[in-house]
């Protein structure tokens, strides 16, 4: 049983000749006899100095580990790690995607009839069974002398020699080449066009044929010609107003019903049919060749939707992702057509400039713009000066990976499809005579058959419900405070209340030491520095 002890005062009166020294002594005795840290008043109390020393090494043990607890902990909290988290939220109704489509066949055989020689000359090429050779490479396109592209390493990979390719592949980029310096206004009047293709629309019941009224917007695809894009969010730079979805199914989405004039197909340019359809939020660039979905012509397709929110943190500050998605007027399709930022279009964007700026001129597949000349793709030089720039672009020293960061907030739709055959067999007459009575139009091709040119859209959501994929901070400072606790009290007993205890023996010591002070000079002042 532990003794009561006296306190350090009386034992001061009681010691006449320790002074001051023993003073100091007793104030941190009587801290090792009564704190609450574990393993000091082990020290204290034990007699014999093997057992002293056994528990101050077991004391300094602790407080290394602690040490290096803490200091693991605290690396932890200066990362800013993330967690991600999904949850899923019903909403009463649901901005409408946009939803683009553009026909396969870029332009209308009647073209090639009356149209440019050489444009004519080269669909006569490609119609050629027995051509089987590319023309020698073009040498008349020289590369930008400005740029240094000697310096710079470029990838057999990348690097594609005409002389190796396909004559079918080859021939297509000659194609598309010749068409991205053709003006965009004949080059629209030569595709499909919108009132051609559409035979009925309607959304939520309502006819959405009308052009201008659904604000209905189009541009050129270098391969697939015209597309149009249904609520897209703006008209000619103009913010409208973008149409919603209160309920689920087919009935309440996008029903579209399009002739894709198979009739009028390029066959050598255009071995496939049907239609390729892009699903985006309204106000970004579409990208259908890379995103979207292919329909074939005799069948009603159903796309049912799903919402998905990404939300990213930037814990840095370090435009890990990006707040805003306004405008961007250096992107090169945010120019052209007045869409809103996505990390898509500006990578695409970055590369078209690194292109122009290093080789003098851009890939065909890039929208055209008065300043830009378009490379060839037979020109040796050009094409391994394309390949160093890919290079570049693939090895991110364009810096074209960082300086378009994804979206903070990301809105994505899960696409699930189905289809049947469609019109039926005994409805496909019937069908005839109402696109004859409505549009004056004969969908019967050679074969007795107009399944072959059309095919039926259904656009809609499946449910209302949102899945939020969110990322959030998985260690903030009430964690990391709460881990420095647990640490404290696993290795040396440590408490908030144990922290008071060192404080208040740091006080006791201080003014023990100012009182030596005026002791010893007998004045205030001798104690404060000079």
């Keep these: ?143 930008s002398e400005s740029s240094n592209t000697e310096d710079i390493e470029w990838s057999q990979e990348d690097f594609q020699d005409p002389e190796n390719l396909d004559t079918r592949y080859q021939r297509g980029k000659e194609m598309s080449v010749f068409l991205a310096k053709e003006d965009l206004q004949i080059l629209t009047l030569l595709g499909h066009q919108f009132s051609e293709m559409v035979l009925s629309c309607t959304f939520r019941g309502m006819s959405c044929r009308n052009y201008t009224t659904w604000n209905w917007t189009s541009f050129w695809h270098y391969k697939y010609g015209n597309c149009f894009v249904f609520n897209g969010g703006q008209v000619n730079g103009v913010p409208v107003e973008i149409l919603r979805s209160n309920n689920r199914g087919p009935s309440e989405g996008l029903n579209l019903e399009i002739n894709i004039d198979q009739e009028e197909y390029i066959g050598q340019l255009t071995p496939q049919a049907g239609i390729r359809v892009d699903i985006s939020k309204p106000g970004e660039m579409p990208f259908p060749l890379e995103k979207g979905v292919s329909l074939a012509p005799g069948y009603a397709t159903m796309l049912g939707l799903r919402k998905i929110i990404k939300e990213r943190k930037d814990p840095f500050n370090t435009k890990r992702c990006l707040n805003s998605v306004d405008r961007d007027d250096n992107n090169l399709y945010t120019r052209i057509f007045n869409v809103t930022y996505s990390s898509t279009a500006c990578r695409e964007s970055c590369l078209a400039y690194n292109q122009f700026e290093i080789c003098g001129c851009v890939e065909y597949r890039f929208p055209a713009e008065a300043l830009f000349n378009i490379c060839s793709v037979t020109n040796i030089k050009t094409l391994k000066c394309l390949s160093r720039v890919q290079n570049l672009y693939k090895n991110n020293r364009l810096n074209c990976t960082q300086s378009c960061p994804p979206p903070c907030r990301l809105e994505e739709f899960k696409i699930s499809s189905s ?21 004056n139009r004969l ?87 000079n």
């Design 1 to 143: 049983m532990r003794v009561a002890m006296e306190t350090p005062e009386a034992k001061h009166e009681e010691n006449t000749t320790g002074g001051t020294e023993i003073k100091f002594s007793l104030v941190i005795q009587e801290f090792c006899d009564n704190t609450t840290a574990h393993g000091l008043g082990r020290i204290h109390f034990v007699n014999h100095w093997i057992r002293k020393v056994f528990w101050s090494l077991l004391f300094i043990g602790a407080v290394t580990m602690l040490c290096i607890q803490v200091h693991t902990l605290f690396d932890k909290y200066r990362k800013r790690p993330l967690t991600t988290l999904v949850t899923v939220k019903t909403e009463t109704s649901l901005e409408f995607p946009a939803v683009t489509f553009c026909n396969f066949n870029a332009m209308k055989n009647f073209t090639t009839q009356s149209g440019d020689k050489k444009l004519t000359e080269i669909v006569h090429q490609l119609k050629a069974q027995n051509s089987s050779k590319v023309p020698g490479n073009d040498t008349s396109e020289a590369v």
């Design 419 to 439: 289809f049947a055959t469609w019109p039926s067999q005994n409805y496909e007459k019937y069908y005839q005579e109402i696109v004859l009575e409505n549009y």
């Design 443 to 529: 969908l019967i091709t050679k074969s007795g058959s107009h399944r072959k040119n059309v095919l039926k859209l259904q656009v809609f959501f499946e449910d209302l419900d949102v899945e939020v994929v969110s990322e959030q901070r998985s260690y903030e400072l009430v964690n990391f405070v709460s881990d420095i606790g647990g640490q404290l009290g696993l290795w040396i007993g440590f408490s908030v209340l144990t922290l008071a205890e060192f404080l208040e023996l740091i006080m006791l010591l201080c003014h023990l030491a100012v009182k030596k002070c005026f002791k010893k000079n007998g004045t205030s002042e001798s104690c404060l520095p």
